[in-house]
């Protein structure tokens, strides 16, 4: 009888192992055909393989490649950014207590909404990323001055300055506040607080090499200030300053020309 169990509990583990190795090769396989198909161009039989994969391997090693591959056929290859959103919506599902990865994907998925028009969404992810402890001030303040122009989008001034206001000057990360303040002009701008406007971009100038890109868009937005207020000389002074140093010196140009002209 005792050889007998034994006999018994040998057979299970054997079949246990086989049926374990038999799983891993099979998960082995299907990931190599994966990569097979993707890098020979052939990316339906790729899409599909990482999609079972994803489906027959639950806990995998391999998902967040599949995921990412997946993602990559649907918006670099097919262009379908559609199809795309509910990809990384199961991926935020997914890797929600993964603080390295849950980042980048509200991130990518917040950009994406956007794209798609959809700006409520795309704010709640925004303020979602901002509220993550892993980010540092310099992280914090580009989400600040991305969900600074959803607000824009959808013509909310005062919320779009509110956020502004609350970047911090991150010494470590030269040029990401002043962003910021940048963007704060426009908004004031276009809510026709003009004298706070320029006081604010003269301050920037002032901080500044004339060289920089922060001196460089803070002179352009002030001519586009002055055109609006009439001022004909300073706002040629403004664009005359840059015309030689302004990345787009074809819209610097243009306005030259049309204010020489009228």
């Given at each position: 009888m005792f050889f007998l169990l034994r006999f018994f509990v040998l057979f299970f583990l054997i079949f246990s192992l086989q049926c374990c190795s038999s799983n891993t090769n099979s998960e082995s396989n299907i990931i190599q055909n994966a990569r097979t198909a993707f890098l020979t161009g052939e990316n339906i039989a790729a899409e599909?393989?990482?999609k079972n994969y994803l489906k027959d391997f639950p806990n995998g090693e391999y998902r967040l490649e599949a995921w990412e591959r997946i993602y990559?056929?649907?918006v670099n290859l097919r262009k379908?950014?559609?199809n795309a959103l509910p990809l990384l919506d199961a991926m935020l599902l997914e890797y929600a207590n993964d603080k390295k990865l849950l980042p980048q994907i509200i991130q990518k998925l917040a950009n994406l909404c956007s794209d798609l028009f959809q700006h409520e969404k795309s704010i709640e992810l925004w303020i979602k990323y901002i509220e993550l402890e892993i980010l540092t001030d310099s992280q914090r303040n580009l989400a600040r001055l991305q969900l600074s122009k959803e607000y824009l989008l959808l013509k909310n001034f005062d919320l779009a300055l509110q956020v502004l206001r609350m970047c911090i000057d991150d010494k470590d990360?030269?040029?990401v506040f002043s962003s910021c303040q940048i963007q704060e002009a426009?908004?004031?701008f276009r809510m026709n607080q003009y004298d706070a406007a320029i006081f604010l971009l003269l301050s920037l100038r002032s901080n500044y090499p004339k060289q920089s890109n922060i001196y460089l868009d803070a002179t352009f937005l002030l001519g586009d200030i002055f055109e609006?207020?009439?001022n004909k000389t300073k706002a040629i002074e403004m664009y005359e300053s840059i015309l030689e140093s302004y990345p787009n010196t074809r819209a610097v140009i243009t306005r030259l020309n049309n204010l020489?002209?009228?």
């Open positions: 599909n393989f990482y990559d056929i649907t379908d950014k559609v990360s030269e040029g426009q908004v004031l609006i207020l009439q020489k002209l009228n």
